[in-house]
């Protein structure tokens, strides 16, 4: 395959695995920063860590990298625009954003959110135009029971089929 031909598969097959949508908040000199991630996952129970990928080009992660402290707000159904607000590079992305301050770290917890998860780096890898990046988990919160923001296919959705059980 060409390279332009790969990459675009690479975008197509991609998307046909759908995510959930978080946004990593962080402080920098006390102001509020964050940005739009659906590469997250569980890492690990004993100890209790999480991972991320942020691309290289982002601003906001050097921000919240220089602190090392974060907080991963999962995003509910209906913050399709608070996803799209934090996915925008250069803007001011908290103005008209209610937070509030996580309870060891002060990093911002997006208000309305399904859940939230607030943690130290532990480490970073290199992942080609990504860095991969390690969270030991501080606390974490469930929210009230709602519908998560899915991302599937170049788009937002809502989970609208009866659950199956998984093992
Ligand atoms: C649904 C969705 C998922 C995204 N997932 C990621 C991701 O996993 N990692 C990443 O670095 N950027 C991801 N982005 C893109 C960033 O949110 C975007 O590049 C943002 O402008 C970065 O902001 P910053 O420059 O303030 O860091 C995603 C965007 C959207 C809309």
Same mark, same amino acid.
């Given at each position: 395959?060409?390279?332009?031909? *790969?990459?675009?598969?690479?975008?197509? $097959? *991609?998307? #046909?695995?759908?995510?959930?949508? $978080?946004?990593?908040?962080?402080?920098? !000199?006390?102001?509020?920063?964050? #940005?739009?991630?659906?590469?997250?996952?569980?890492?690990? /129970?004993?100890? @209790?860590?999480?991972? #991320?990928?942020? !691309?290289?080009?982002?601003?906001?992660?050097? *921000? &919240?990298?220089?602190?090392?402290? /974060?907080?991963?707000?999962?995003?509910?159904?209906? =913050?399709?625009? $608070?996803?799209?607000?934090?996915?925008?590079?250069?803007?001011?992305?908290?103005?008209? &954003?209610?937070?509030?301050?996580?309870?060891?770290?002060?990093?911002? *917890?997006?208000?309305?959110?399904?859940?939230?998860?607030? %943690?130290?780096?532990?480490?970073?890898?290199? %992942?080609?135009?990504?860095?991969?990046?390690?969270?030991?988990?501080?606390? /974490?919160?469930?929210? @009230? !029971?709602?519908?998560? /923001? $899915?991302?599937?296919?170049?788009?937002?959705? =809502? #989970?609208? =089929?009866?659950?199956?059980?998984?093992?």
């Amino acid at each position: 395959m060409q390279d332009q031909e *790969l990459i675009d598969e690479y975008r197509r $097959v *991609l998307g #046909l695995f759908p995510t959930g949508v $978080v946004v990593v908040s962080g402080l920098s !000199d006390g102001t509020p920063v964050g #940005l739009t991630v659906q590469s997250f996952m569980a890492l690990s /129970l004993r100890p @209790p860590m999480i991972l #991320l990928s942020v !691309d290289r080009k982002s601003t906001s992660w050097p *921000l &919240i990298a220089a602190t090392g402290k /974060l907080a991963v707000n999962v995003m509910a159904a209906d =913050q399709g625009d $608070v996803a799209l607000t934090f996915a925008k590079s250069g803007t001011d992305k908290f103005a008209g &954003i209610p937070w509030t301050p996580a309870p060891h770290t002060g990093v911002p *917890l997006i208000e309305g959110c399904q859940a939230w998860i607030e %943690g130290e780096v532990a480490c970073t890898y290199d %992942g080609g135009d990504h860095v991969i990046i390690t969270v030991d988990v501080l606390t /974490l919160h469930a929210g @009230p !029971d709602a519908q998560p /923001l $899915v991302f599937f296919r170049s788009a937002f959705r =809502q #989970l609208d =089929q009866p659950s199956l059980v998984a093992g």
